[in-house]
């Protein structure tokens, strides 16, 4: 297993071209948010533009849209009960705050079924797929599933220990052509073939959120043209780090989400080669 640090990082990230335009870094489809819920859907939009991606698009209720024109203009939107396009997409994320009834379990097998790129699956489509689970063996080869324990056990079954969870999430990895980005104090990422291990981040994380936060800089990533483990690993030592740095300004117990999507640009700059 490798022990992520600086220098493993430095090896991955590129550098952003000055010439560059949008274009050039990827169009993200984010899938997210529901009545009540609308918070998880501009979190992961947020986190997912401070990350880099060119263009982030939110499909959400038709009704909730004037939480995402006040909150994040920066993003657009289409309505979720309206037949769209997603050919125009390189990257795509569901799940923050998403629901679990049966339009969610439709609209997460209409993208399986549609979609040929990696997909992000997070929160809400986790528990979806648990309850689905014919529809793990359907996913795009390459896509990121990024459980908590809890959600874990939901889709692969009951353990007792972190090495058990560990020890199967490399199994599955491997069965499913996916990637397994296994969250908790040290997130433990995994493609079924090669391991690796976080050491950025601090228990400010543990707070409403910042799953949310962690699936739109993933997005972005993908968005931006890496492969998808280097998306999983960039995205959660990024997430990490920029939790350290707000730690420096706040404490565990104060830190936001928002707070640490905000210091986004500081990670960066502490990560240039």
Do not use: W
């Not at 014919?134 to 889709?155: C, G, Q």
């Amino acid at each position: 297993m490798t022990i992520l640090d600086l220098n493993s990082i430095q090896k991955i990230f590129k550098k952003r071209l000055s010439d560059s335009h949008k274009g050039n870094h990827g169009h993200a489809l984010i899938i997210a948010g529901s009545q009540a819920k609308m918070g998880a859907a501009i979190i992961a939009a947020k986190a997912c533009l401070r990350a880099g991606a060119g263009l982030v698009t939110l499909n959400i209720p038709k009704k909730e849209r004037l939480a995402i024109f006040t909150s994040i203009p920066e993003a657009m939107i289409e309505f979720r009960e309206e037949k769209n396009a997603i050919e125009k997409y390189n990257a795509f994320a569901i799940g923050p705050g998403f629901g679990t009834d049966k339009t969610a379990e439709r609209k997460v097998e209409f993208l399986i079924e549609n979609v040929k790129l990696p997909i992000v699956f997070d929160a809400d489509a986790l528990t979806v797929l648990a309850k689905n689970q014919d529809l793990l063996n359907k996913l795009p080869a390459k896509s990121i599933l990024t459980p908590h324990v809890k959600e874990f056990d939901r889709v692969f079954g009951n353990h007792t220990t972190d090495e058990e969870r560990i020890e199967k999430a490399i199994a599955k990895a491997k069965e499913l052509n996916s990637i397994i980005v296994l969250k908790g104090p040290q997130t433990f990422i995994t493609d079924g073939k090669e391991s690796y291990q976080n050491t950025t981040g601090n228990s400010g994380l543990a707070k409403g959120g910042s799953g949310d936060a962690l699936t739109g800089i993933i997005t972005a990533f993908l968005a931006q043209g890496y492969e998808p483990i280097n998306v999983a690993i960039l995205g959660v030592y990024l997430h990490g780090l920029a939790a350290d740095i707000t730690l420096k300004k706040q404490s565990p117990e104060s830190m936001l989400i928002t707070d640490v999507i905000d210091d986004l640009g500081n990670a960066f700059q502490h990560i240039q080669p």
